[in-house]
């Protein structure tokens, strides 16, 4: 878990869960945002696949960061939304996704119904 302080850090959670910290750190990098606030970590609720879901506010970003140790929202304020979201994307955790189903199979005899 990485901890984050500087002038563009705000709130008062410090630490951010493994699958965040690129997260935060290209954000902070990014001359657009203004300020970062991390939110608790909720462990337990790790179900869905690791990634990186992010909501337009009217401020900027609301990031939704989900790992192996947790999940966490992340609020990007930033002057250019459509830039940094791209640009926190591209580092963004890989998604785990779903295994692909096997296809159905067709029955190999047709039932007939006059046959019953």
Request: aromatic share 4%; proline share 7%; hydrophobic share 35%.
């Amino acid at each position: 878990m990485g901890k984050f302080a500087g002038s563009k850090v705000a709130g008062s959670h410090s630490a951010a869960i493994p699958a965040a910290d690129p997260i935060v750190r290209e954000a902070l990098r990014r001359p657009e945002v203004t300020k970062v606030i991390l939110g608790p970590i909720r462990t337990g609720q790790c179900r869905g696949a690791a990634g990186l879901k992010i909501v337009d506010m009217d401020a900027g970003l609301e990031c939704t960061v989900r790992g192996n140790t947790g999940v966490q929202k992340i609020y990007v304020y930033t002057n250019n939304r459509h830039a940094t979201a791209s640009a926190l994307q591209k580092v963004a955790p890989e998604k785990r996704g779903k295994t692909k189903k096997k296809p159905r199979k067709e029955p190999q005899e047709l039932i007939d119904p006059s046959r019953w």
